[in-house]
């Protein structure tokens, strides 16, 4: 991982890291504060999870500033907060994050297999850190009304009423349980095909493919085992149990920011990149005159290799490599290396060899 994305300026990172997580853990902590009513309900059970999703958060603040430092990925957050804010950007990203998060469209056009497999852990995974989040920061907790009677409060504010014995209460009391089958079943489905998948053999590795999974099924049968133990084998084992199922969520938590799941975060560029071509006119290539990218995206791309030292501009003219389409660019450069003239049909100039791998305006012409 790259913690220094900036040769200049080698403290950035520090700064920028430092700062970003002097504000989650005080978000944190006044989300804790507000959510356990002063901590009037703390549930000291909860101890260990709750300093290891903090934990969780830190890590995974430091390796969101990291990433957001590169040059492409900045540039590519900054569009993306700046379209989002436009009432069409808006709506536009509703759609797309109910395509990509909600039906999980590219993975269903790849096969349905993987996406009833992607379908059972995504959600399980996600409501799972909804509830478990949500106990844990304290931002949510169940308060005894009378005898047969629980209030949900979220936040110091009560929600609604339920039977202890209702309906409800069970769905809600094994809310983990139910995540837990679906976790189990998609990691399941995603093990057997990562066995028998030939190509997926050559692929993979232990600690990045059959690792998060295994880990996934360890915290989801030892959670389901605490309610075995606790409705029908009186309480045996519970305390063991309890340990174990503790001790791989907590190795969860950690593990999660460097691990094949720090992909849900990037699910950010899954709305942005679309953004680019939805909400703007494509512009032509300057040799053939296909569209191909959107002005602002091409734009973006100079200057993210302009910051990179990478930047390849057509000398004596105002264009660059980038304002030709992939395949103008290959052509452009063969007939480059072999001393041909290029003809930008769009733009209306000569290019030629510059002599160091490279274009120039052909001499005569007029940029």
């Known amino acids: 991982m790259n913690f220094y994305p900036y040769e200049e300026d080698s403290f950035l990172f520090s700064k920028k890291s430092a700062r970003n997580v002097f504000i989650v853990l005080v978000l944190l902590f006044f989300s804790i504060y507000i959510g356990s009513e002063r901590f009037g309900y703390f549930d000291m059970a909860l101890y260990g999870y709750l300093w290891a999703t903090v934990l969780c958060f830190v890590l995974l603040t430091i390796r969101i500033t990291s990433w957001t430092l590169r040059p492409p990925t900045r540039r590519l957050w900054k569009q993306g907060i700046k379209m989002m804010l436009s009432p069409k950007g808006f709506v536009f990203a509703l759609k797309t994050l109910y395509a990509s998060i909600g039906e999980q469209k590219f993975i269903r056009n790849r096969s349905f297999y993987r996406w009833f497999q992607h379908m059972f852990i995504s959600w399980g995974v996600l409501f799972s850190f909804g509830i478990t989040f949500a106990l844990v920061l304290n931002w949510l907790h169940f308060e005894l009304v009378d005898s047969k009677t629980y209030a949900a409060v979220a936040f110091g504010i009560p929600l609604f009423r339920m039977g202890v014995d209702s309906i409800l209460a069970i769905a809600i009391y094994h809310g983990l349980n139910w995540t837990g089958i679906a976790v189990i079943i998609g ?47 009186e309480g045996a084992f519970y305390f063991g149990i309890g340990l174990a199922h503790q001790v791989t969520v907590i190795v969860f938590l950690l593990y999660f920011p460097f691990s094949k799941f720090w992909h849900l975060p990037l699910r950010f560029l899954a709305v942005v990149v679309p953004m680019y071509h939805a909400l703007q006119a494509q512009k032509p290539c300057a040799r053939c005159g296909r569209e191909y990218a959107t002005g602002t995206q091409i734009k973006d791309v100079q200057l993210a290799l302009q910051k990179r030292h990478l930047s390849v501009p057509i000398d004596k003219t105002g264009l660059h490599f980038s304002d030709m389409c992939s395949e103008c660019r290959r052509v452009s450069h063969r007939l480059g290396g072999y001393g041909a003239k290029i003809h930008l049909g769009q733009a209306g100039l000569v290019l030629e060899t510059n002599g160091k791998n490279g274009l120039q305006l052909e001499k005569g012409e007029k940029g």
């Open 187 to 233: 990691c399941s489905m995603a093990l057997y095909r990562r066995v028998t998948d030939e190509k997926k053999i050559v692929e993979q590795s232990k600690e990045y493919d059959f690792f998060p999974l295994l880990l996934l099924i360890a915290i989801s049968i030892t959670g389901s085992l605490l309610t075995v133990s606790a409705l029908w084998m």
